[in-house]
């Protein structure tokens, strides 16, 4: 669910079994701050647990996901970028994130690099470390990604959608002891939208022209933003963007 960067003051000190956890500002304040010198544009998503427990006589809901995107007003390459950090207490390892993102539209955001990525291990009452700054000065060529989509037409759509359905069913990205995937129906649901329209919001290109691949990749990547399974949407992207590079090969 969404929600104010204010609602996260009220985030309690959580118990996940035997581990005690610190309030949610005590893990986001350190991020929060530094960005607001360059932001005041913050999108916030949490997952509370569904069960509480009274500590007390209080009656206590843990806050076990959480998702913060800053996003920057000035543009690079043509694209607004979005610092995001997560964590999440409920994984089998409690594990933060950070991430540089550029924003493709709306609320969905291209992670393109994986130097643009940073996982580690959250410890008990212990602030997560300050490394997301290690973001703040990497760069990528986003423009010609995209460009690169967007010059790539797609004449035989059933032999794209092979190539992509057997590399997707080929890659995994094992990071910290995640280890995730694109699932052969993510993106068959994309390839449906962009040239049956038997799914989603509307038509996605228009009859007058061929499809490209981008028309593709906007597709995927906005369902994966979209989506209930909001902790790996960076590498779940990350592996989008190596099946779109083993198509234009």
């Given at each position: 669910m969404e929600v104010t960067l204010d609602f996260l003051k009220e985030g309690p000190a959580t118990i996940c079994g035997e581990t005690v956890f610190l309030p949610t500002m005590e893990y986001v304040a350190p991020f929060v701050n530094e960005m607001k010198r360059y932001t005041d544009h913050f999108?916030?998503?949490?997952?509370?647990?569904?069960?509480s427990y009274i500590n007390k006589g209080e009656l206590i809901t843990p806050i076990n996901r959480v998702w913060i995107?800053?996003?920057?007003p000035e543009?690079?390459?043509?694209?607004?970028v979005a610092y995001n950090m997560m964590y999440a207490i409920d994984t089998r390892t409690p594990s933060y994130k950070f991430f540089k993102g550029y924003i493709l539209s709306g609320r969905t955001q291209i992670v393109l690099d994986l130097d643009?990525?940073?996982?580690?291990?959250m410890e008990s009452k212990k602030a997560i470390p300050d490394n997301f700054k290690e973001l703040l000065d990497k760069k990528s060529d986003i423009k010609g990604w995209i460009e690169k989509l967007e010059h790539t037409e797609i004449m035989?759509?059933?032999?794209?959608?092979?190539?992509?359905?057997n590399s997707a069913l080929t890659?995994?990205?094992?990071?910290?002891g995640f280890r995730s995937q694109l699932s052969s129906s993510e993106?068959?649901?994309?390839?449906?939208?962009?040239?049956?329209?038997?799914?989603?919001?509307?038509t996605v290109v228009p009859s007058d022209r061929t499809a490209k691949l981008l028309d593709l990749y906007k597709v995927i990547v906005k369902n994966i933003c979209d989506g209930k399974d909001t902790f790996v949407v960076a590498e779940k992207i990350l592996i989008t963007n190596h099946i779109m590079r083993d198509v234009i090969c």
């Open positions: 999108v916030v998503k949490i997952h509370t647990s569904k069960q995107q800053a996003i920057l543009e690079e390459n043509g694209y607004k643009q990525l940073i996982i580690g291990e035989n759509k059933h032999q794209v959608l092979g190539q992509m359905v890659t995994k990205l094992d990071l910290m993106i068959i649901a994309a390839y449906s939208a962009v040239f049956t329209d038997c799914k989603l919001d509307g």
